[in-house]
């Protein structure tokens, strides 16, 4: 019924003459209104949350709710896990991105459900994480979902569930732009105009409809005239943000391998998983509450929460000035420990937090250590007279952005995110030379990414954005299979020559004395036999089957098959039915694959 649903929209749309797939962007826009109510429910308990600790700053029942409501919110996160039992495989995003590349984009409510309700106990108790991990995988779980309702190719589902990652983006950061080049750049990977238009929809509606519910502005307001001079940015000031540019791509090194590192010891940590979001809330929790008693703080610990009001006043120039005039810098020493400290802090914060096993994002952690770092660097610059046109908070900004690019590899998603969160265009020039060296340094030192790490270990080599896209969005079921010549492996050798003669075919599929596969005879190891054409007589089938051939599935990606010739040098290789994995349905040949990515590829021309 629901294969039929796309079949009658598309040859309305052919009749009509429109593109054969328009029913997409009207599905985009439908996707984006919905991602708009979706964010403004999420959104709201995390800001009830925000104003309701800013009242009750100075409040001596804070001090211990901060040591013990991140323990509280990571034992709900355990047991919402235990409860839900969605299949994921760690962070929202990396759990898309295996999606898209494994699981023909398709991916259950269950994941979308835990997501919500984890990500919002760990970040209204205080949990370092930020709310854009959560938001983007529902905004893909709702896509794939309405996709999979519509009976929608492969290729549309990956499509429909980047427009409900875009949407949630451009809903919750009042971004769309970013939110459309995060999934192009990230998630799919894929920058054909295709691809492009029906998630360009969803994002523009739901930023809209978010707006015209909350009517916000800018997340992060730096106000008229922020970057003072007209010519801020020089030939003068390139080695300022260069020297940023190379500090946060090393930072971002850090970052990434201390979360690694953390999730990898609270893996090996006994007992059951379900407690083990709360260990990591409670030492969140003492750390807190050593902040505290050390600053002599009433207010809820910086590093907790996703930290945008602390943000927000690491680019208010008014924090490293004590006058109005920008000329008099506050106590230096204190202002640097304090950033230093800052920084320190939010990193282990946000590991205990993520790498215990607690839900959220990695982009506002991100935000604030590059914050933290670039106001460090700018106050350091400011008290050596070396920022002429600017002061510390023109770094601190930038720092969000080389921060970002640094950890998530994406240059261009980092640079639009901060330019549409600050509604700034005096800043671009500077985002854009401190993003892409704090990428050059990161990719230089690690190749993987904050979201990719994960996937390395799972075996996915995601390598270099290519046109591979074509294939890693198509499967084995989409192609024309040859259909397999079978043979018993107790048959004598002669019965391949015979075959070979009368169907004009040199590979051939081995099966057992049960009818099951057993091996393939492929044509190279016909031609070697020959070279003794006098011992065929005497051979049997199995004594030239190779057993050691990968085989693979109809739900196997093109990518993956590639990978497999790639290794293997043999023309063919034997088909299975994902559920059957004894009988073969047919050979997928290289030959055809190539012509298959040709074809794709003029026509996405």
Request: charged share 15%; proline share 4%.
């Amino acid at each position: 019924m629901r294969p039929g649903m796309t079949r009658i929209l598309r040859k309305v749309s052919l009749r009509l003459g429109f593109e054969r797939d328009w029913y997409l962007y009207l599905v985009a826009a439908v996707i984006g209104l919905l991602m708009a109510l979706v964010a403004t429910l999420f959104i709201a308990p995390l800001r009830g949350m925000e104003l309701w600790s800013k009242a009750r700053s100075g409040d001596a029942l804070l001090l211990w709710l901060v040591l013990l409501a991140p323990c509280v919110g990571g034992l709900v996160v355990g047991m919402l896990r235990a409860a839900i039992h969605a299949n994921d495989i760690g962070p929202g995003v990396t759990t898309l991105m295996h999606a898209v590349l494994r699981g023909r984009s398709r991916i259950s409510l269950r994941v979308g459900l835990q997501k919500w309700l984890g990500s919002t106990s760990t970040i209204i108790s205080g949990g370092s994480a930020g709310a854009e991990g959560p938001i983007i995988t529902i905004g893909g779980v709702m896509g794939s979902n309405i996709a999979r309702l519509l009976g929608t190719r492969t290729q549309n589902t990956a499509t429909l569930l980047g427009c409900g990652s875009a949407a949630g983006i451009a809903a919750v950061f009042n971004a769309p732009i970013a939110g459309v080049f995060f999934v192009m750049e990230i998630l799919l990977r894929d920058f054909s105009l295709k691809t492009f238009t029906p998630i360009v929809i969803s994002a523009v509606v739901a930023s809209a409809a978010t707006q015209g519910i909350l009517h916000d502005s800018a997340i992060f307001d730096v106000g008229e005239g922020f970057m003072g001079q007209d010519d801020f940015f020089d030939l003068w000031q390139l080695p300022v943000y260069l020297a940023l540019g190379l500090l946060c791509g090393l930072a971002a090194i850090v970052f990434i391998r201390v979360l690694g590192m953390t999730g990898s010891l609270f893996d090996r940590m006994p007992g059951p998983k379900i407690i083990r979001p709360a260990i990591g809330g409670l030492l969140l929790g003492v750390l807190g509450f050593a902040w505290m008693f050390w600053a002599h703080s009433g207010d809820v610990p910086a590093f907790f929460g996703n930290g945008y009001p602390v943000i927000t006043q690491l680019i208010d120039p008014s924090t490293y000035f004590q006058d109005s005039s920008y000329e008099t810098l506050n106590p230096m020493r204190e202002l640097f420990v304090l950033l230093v400290g800052l920084f320190i802090l939010k990193l282990v914060g946000t590991s205990l937090t993520l790498g215990s096993g607690g839900a959220g994002g990695m982009f506002a952690p991100s935000l604030l250590l590059g914050a933290a770092l670039g106001g460090a660097l700018g106050l350091v610059l400011e008290w050596m007279g070396l920022l002429p046109h600017g002061h510390p908070a023109h770094v601190a900004l930038v720092g969000m952005a080389a921060m970002l690019a640094g950890t998530t590899h994406a240059p261009l998603t980092a640079i639009l995110i901060v330019y549409e969160m600050t509604q700034s265009y005096q800043v671009i020039m500077p985002l854009m030379f401190a993003a892409v060296i704090s990428t050059i340094v990161a990719r230089s030192i690690n190749r993987d990414s904050i979201y990719t790490s994960r996937l390395r270990k799972l075996g996915i080599h995601l390598g270099v954005m290519s046109d591979l896209t074509i294939l890693r969005r198509m499967r084995v079921s989409d192609v024309a299979l040859r259909e397999p010549v079978v043979v018993s492996e107790n048959d004598p050798a002669q019965v391949l020559l015979d075959l070979s003669v009368s169907k004009g075919v040199g590979d051939f599929i081995v099966v057992n004395d049960h009818g099951n596969y057993a091996g393939m005879v492929t044509a190279d190891d016909l031609k070697s036999a020959l070279v003794y054409r006098e011992a065929i007589p005497l051979l049997q089938i199995n004594e030239l089957e190779r057993s050691n051939l990968p085989t693979v599935t109809t739900d196997d990606s093109l990518d993956t098959v590639l990978e497999k010739f790639s290794r293997n040098d043999v023309e063919a290789l034997p088909v299975f039915a994902a559920d059957d994995i004894e009988h073969p349905v047919g050979l997928i040949t290289r030959n055809r694959l190539m012509q298959i990515y040709q074809a794709e590829l003029e026509k996405e021309g």
